[in-house]
């Protein structure tokens, strides 16, 4: 019989990555709607809380990932009011 890992319920994570999923499809919304910058301000919070749950599980892939992307909506938004000025 195999041993499949599950991911934890109803636990920290649980909350964070369900929370950071939602907040990122609203960041998918504004995207959609060219509604700046806040699409990118949704996209920065949804991906700080999987990169919390990458450290929570020790995910080397999901830190990398949420790491790098933090950087590219920071940068995005940076930009933005860069920009403005």
Not at 23 to 33: D, H, K, P, R
Not at 42 to 70: E, S
Request: proline share 2%; glycine share 6%.
């Amino acid at each position: 019989m195999h041993d499949f890992k599950v991911t934890p319920k109803h636990d920290l994570s649980w909350f964070i990555k369900w929370t950071a999923s939602i907040i990122i499809l609203i960041g998918m919304l504004l995207t959609s709607a060219s509604i700046e910058p806040y699409n990118m301000m949704f996209h920065l919070m949804g991906v700080v809380g999987w990169l919390c749950v990458g450290l929570l599980w020790h995910d080397r892939a999901l830190i990398f990932i949420n790491a790098v992307a933090l950087f590219i909506f920071a940068s995005g938004i940076l930009r933005f009011y860069m920009v403005s000025i």
